[in-house]
Structure formats: C-alpha cells, structure tokens
C-alpha cells in the first residue's frame, strides 16, 4: 500500500510527467504500473487467504510474497529514476516500502524458525 501511495495517489508534478516523452510514459506504464497491479492483486489473494485460513503453509505463502514486495520496490528503484521527479513522493514510498517489507519478512521468519511443523507431544501419566 505504501509503495502504491507513492506511485498512484501521491500528486504528481505535471511538469515533469510533461518533460517524459511518450515512449517514457508508456514504458512507466509497461515497466512498472502494469506489474504494480499484478503484485496488488496477487498480495490481495495472499492476505485474504491468511485471513480466512490456518494452515502451516501459508505462513510460507506470505514470506514469498514479502520478498516479492521486495523485488518489486528494487525493480522500481532500478527502474524508475526518471519516475522520482514526475511523482516526488515515490522515493520516501519506495524507501518505507522496503522498510516495512523488511520488518514483515523477519516477523514471518520468525514464525517459521519458533513454530514446529508438528503439534508439541504431550506424555500422560
């Protein structure tokens, strides 16, 4: 959400969006918000099916799709330099993006290192 703040909803300067040529704007498109959505409605999935579900391999599920959150905001730091000016608070996104990524992922490691695969035995008597 954060990262999508900064490229959606965050306001743009229009005078450098105007300053990108067409072939800027539509490589922005193709590049990075076209994969934005994909991501957005992937992790949609993901955490709806958290939600609703308690089985062991979702935990696996969402630290996949915290390092492809990751990969994403590493995509669009590599790629989306001439982005930085026509949408100025896209770098303070990206940088809380991987910030937050980063927390999320070692949280979901650590579920996974604290909580065996198998319920605890217990002996009687």
């Known amino acids: 959400m954060i990262l999508g703040y900064g490229l959606r909803f965050s306001r743009p300067d229009r005078e450098a969006w105007g300053e990108l040529e ?3 704007r539509f490589g922005a498109f193709i590049l990075i918000y076209l994969p934005f959505y994909f991501l957005a409605l992937v992790l949609a ?4 099916l958290a939600l609703v579900s308690t ?3 979702l935990s696996g599920l969402l630290t ?8 994403f905001a590493c995509w669009v730091a590599l790629i989306g330099t001439p982005l930085f000016e026509a949408q100025p608070h896209l770098l303070a996104s990206l940088i809380w993006s ?8 070692v949280a979901l490691v650590g579920v996974w290192l604290t909580h065996p695969d198998h319920p605890a035995r217990t002996v009687n008597g």
């Open 64 to 71: 996949t799709a915290a390092v492809g959150v990751a990969l």
């Open 98 to 105: 991987l910030a937050a990524d980063g927390v999320a992922f």
């Open 55 to 57: 089985r062991g391999w």
């Open 45 to 48: 999935v993901v955490v709806v």
């Open 22 to 24: 067409a072939g800027g």
